[in-house]
């Protein structure tokens, strides 16, 4: 009797152990990188963005990934995402019937969850990290929902060249906020996790162009959009090379990259109170007028817009923007500037 009771004592030790060894085996914070700052206009629009610290353009969290993202990812993905606990067993033999039969590896089998603890971790692709990617996604899907790991997902997946998650790679590659993107825009971007080098100019655009519609055939399948409207997305042409992000508001994104911590805000991302429409016809307006002071050798001119009724800045250019002629010093915000009182004797 005391040989049983030791033995169930044993067993509870080693219980209460692993669990306690599976509760914190996940790091907290997953992702530990830095991000790029971002200045919206007041609806949001964005004003202007600053590469991160490590030379990625990789944007702060957004408060949700957009629904034809999300449906395109986990039909390109992991179709079962909804219905499995971080492991999918169906795809893992179906991935060993594959390699065996290919006598290669040609499926993994990672499912979402596992893909963000391989993000998150950035170790070589082994059987071991296979294992571990797979106990800790089964541990990701204790503490996190399906949105908040497809949100996780959707912020760090490589979308090729230095550009990290779907905001970011929406900005660089169609010059607009992922929820403006068409279905051939968004099931293209959906693709290049899986393969980031695609985008490249003159190169690749078969391939990709080959695995965009390769998904848009499998959302039919799926029911999720129609023939036709697969039709019309195969005829959208596929991006070449990383656009420039906007840069509306260059001298407001440096003081908010001086004055962060004073403001209280915990990421990089901050809502202004700026009119994006009169933000940009005060650009063009100073732009005007630099042209004509510069040739009297007046180089620098600033405008601040404020609301009178409630005090609210709704333009603010703090110089001319014209980072190629250093000479310039285009950089300096003269509305910040002390400036001297001058001679007037």
């Known amino acids: 009797m005391k040989k049983e009771i030791k033995a169930i004592i044993y067993v509870d030790i080693l219980f ?31 004003l202007s963005a600053s590469i991160a610290k490590d030379g990625q353009w990789r944007f702060p969290v957004a408060d949700s990934v957009p629904d034809k993202f999300a449906k395109c990812i986990i039909t390109f993905e992991d179709k079962r995402f909804y219905h499995h606990l971080g492991v999918d067993f169906v795809a893992i033999g179906r991935a060993i019937r594959q390699n065996i039969k290919a006598k ?57 060249s230095n550009v990290v998650g779907l905001e970011a790679a929406s900005w660089r590659y169609y010059g607009r906020a992922a929820e403006q993107l068409s279905w051939g825009e968004m099931a293209t971007l959906a693709v290049l996790p899986n393969s980031p080098s695609l985008v490249r100019p003159g190169k690749n655009a078969t391939k990709l162009i080959i695995k965009r ?51 209280g805000v915990a990421g990089t991302r901050i809502t202004s109170t700026l009119d994006i429409h009169l933000q940009q016809e005060l650009n063009q307006v100073t732009a005007q007028y630099h042209q004509k002071f510069a040739a009297n050798g007046i180089n620098n001119l600033a405008a601040l817009v404020i609301n009178v009724k409630n005090g609210n800045v709704v333009a603010y250019v703090g110089n001319c923007y014209l980072p190629k002629q250093k000479e310039m010093e285009s950089h300096v915000d003269m509305i910040r500037a002390r400036r001297s009182p001058g001679n007037y004797s």
């Open 16 to 46: 209460a152990v692993l669990l306690l060894f599976f509760w914190f085996s996940l790091p907290s914070p997953l992702f530990i990188t830095p991000t790029s700052y971002v200045i919206e206009a007041s609806n949001g629009e964005l």
């Open 104 to 160: 290669s590896v040609a499926s993994g089998a990672s499912t979402l969850s596992m893909q963000v603890i391989r993000l998150s971790r950035k170790k070589q692709r082994t059987v071991w990290q296979k294992l571990a990617e797979m106990w800790l996604a089964v541990r990701l899907e204790v503490s996190y929902s399906k949105d908040e790991i497809l949100a996780l997902y959707a912020e760090n997946a490589p979308f090729g």
């Open 213 to 263: 519609n390769n998904l848009l055939d499998k959302l039919v399948e799926e029911k999720i959009i129609d023939r036709s409207t697969a039709q019309l997305s195969k005829a959208e042409p596929i991006p070449t090379a990383p656009l420039p992000l906007p840069q509306h508001a260059p001298h407001l994104l440096n003081r908010f990259k001086d004055e962060m911590r004073t403001l």
